[in-house]
């Protein structure tokens, strides 16, 4: 299987920076893994949007986008469930 390279938009690295060690920990492996596996069992395709899907973490959702013609994922947003989907391209 084709590895793919993991990237994060300037305002993802900033909300991941901003959670506490212990969320991060656990949130940084599952986004490795994307690396991986960019479907992984649990997650879904967000409606409206042909890139943008999401993985489920505790309360935080990682957002992300799969370019498969460059073998890319890019993470858009790891944020609370409470405001995951908000202001979202």
């Known amino acids: 299987m084709a590895k793919y390279k993991v990237t994060f938009t300037r305002s993802a690295r900033k909300e991941l920076e901003a959670l506490a060690d212990n969320i991060v920990n656990v949130i940084f492996p599952k986004i490795e893994n994307l690396s991986l596996a960019p479907r992984p069992v649990g997650c879904r395709k967000l409606v409206g949007n042909k890139f943008l899907w999401r993985i489920r973490s505790g ?20 944020r609370d469930r409470k405001e995951a989907y908000q202001q979202l391209k």
């Open 59 to 78: 309360n935080y959702r990682i957002i992300y986008a799969i370019h498969d013609d460059i073998k890319t994922v890019d993470i858009i947003a790891v």
